[in-house]
Every structure is written in structure tokens, then in C-alpha cells.
């Protein structure tokens, strides 16, 4: 016979409370920034750093300030000590960072949300109250649109794969998002985020490998021959690179494109 021991998810508190674990701890970045030593991290003040962490994705990094309170304290209790803010980006989840209520989408994404901005700058807040550090996704899901000055914007889908790797407008618009991330000064704290050791990573670009997906919309496939021509003649490899299959897998073509 199978036994058990029950562990109620209680939706307002935790069965247990292990914040003892992270008395020392608290707030986080009291050690200073997370550093890579040797083979492991370590803050600042050389304490050593260890981290288990759950994954927030869309509209619950956006969560009202009652609930802000509550899920960082709930996480404390159960030993979570960081949170990774994933796709806040994404149009197909509402709220997200962009755009807060439902209702007419947005013609270009080249400003936040104030109400997005008001309630992470909470909820980040509050994880750092108890010991918890955040891991920023900066572009996941993010679908540019005309009025950001991209070419057939319609027609790219989430995160314009592959071409958001290589148009430079795009790229731009990556910087851009980028920079208003971390000089935004979160009134809860007085520090900008580049400035507030809470956070401990940061995934630049999620999962936009060039050879995992397919070159098959203008004017960017032009645009792709154009820079493996260029790149190509820098090497010294003779390639037909006007003829051809920009989607083929010789190994010209791979080593292009993990450059």
C-alpha cells in the first residue's frame, strides 16, 4: 500500500515556512551582485550563491499589489529564492508589457505600459522584501507591428523569427526595449534596474537560433543573402550565395550562420 504525506497547496499561504533558510539573505542583493567565481556564483561580499526559482509567465508578472504580497510571501515560505519574469512580451497574454487591458491592440511596441510598468515594479518589490531575486527575459514572444517601422510586420509572427536576428531595425528595437528595462527607476526601491543587485540574470534573446527556422518572407531573405555574400567574401569561400537555397543545410551555410 502506498503512503503519502499530504502537502495542501493552500492558495493564501504554504504548508511550511523555510524562511529561516534565507534569514541572512534578506532583502535580496544585501551581498551586493551576483558574480561568477570560478565555477560557481557568488555575490559581491563573496557569499556564495545558490538559487531555486520558479517561472512567472505572461500576465502573472503583472499581478495586483494584494497578490504581489501574497505570492512572495507564499514563495518565501516554501524556499524559492528567484523568479524568472518569462514572456512578458507576449500579445497572445493580456496584460503584458506593452499593453495592459484587453480591448484594440496597439499599433507599435516601442513603449510599456504604464500599468504593466506599476504593478512589476511592485511585484519586484516584493520578492526582494523576502529574499527572492529576478532572472528578465527581455524578448520571447515580442510581435513588432507596422508602426514600429518594420517591413511587413504582419506577415513575421511572435519574435519574427529568424529575421529579428539580423534586420537591423529590429535589432534596433531590441536595444531600444533593452535600455528602457534597465534605466527605469522603480519607485518602490529608488534604483534603476541596472543598478539593483535583486537582479541576478538576464536572458537577452530567447530561443531565436538562426537554423532553426525557416528565411521565406521579403525583403529579408534578400536581406540574408546580402550578409552571407559579405561574410562569405571575408572568409574567402567561393558559394554561389545569389542562387543558392538560403534554407539548406551544407555546412557554408551553418557555419554562417552560427557566426
Known sequence: MSRYIPFPAFPGDAPIDLRFLYEKDSPA????????????FAFEDETPARFWGVNFNGGANFPDFPESEQVALRLAK??????????????WNT??????????????TLGFDSESMRRLDYLIHCLKKHGIYCYLDIFTYRKFKSGDGVERALALGDAAKPYSGFDRRMIELQKRTAYDFWTHINPHT????????????????????????????????GQSRALFAKWRLSQGIAY????????????VLLDFKIQ
Open 29 to 40: 542583493g544585501r551581498h551586493g551582485f551576483l558574480r561568477v567565481d570560478g565555477d560557481h
Open 95 to 108: 496584460p503584458n508589457i506593452f499593453q495592459f487591458a484587453k480591448g484594440r491592440r496597439r499599433g507599435d
Open 240 to 251: 554561389a550565395a545569389q542562387a543558392g537555397d538560403v534554407n539548406g543545410t551544407d555546412a
Open 78 to 91: 516554501i524556499g524559492v529564492n528567484m523568479v524568472r519574469f518569462h514572456q512578458l512580451d507576449a500579445e
Open 190 to 221: 529608488g534604483l534603476a534596474y541596472k543598478d539593483d543587485p535583486v537582479f541576478v540574470m538576464c536572458e537577452v534573446v530567447n530561443e531565436s537560433e538562426y537554423y532553426h527556422f525557416k528565411l521565406v518572407e521579403e525583403p529579408y531573405v
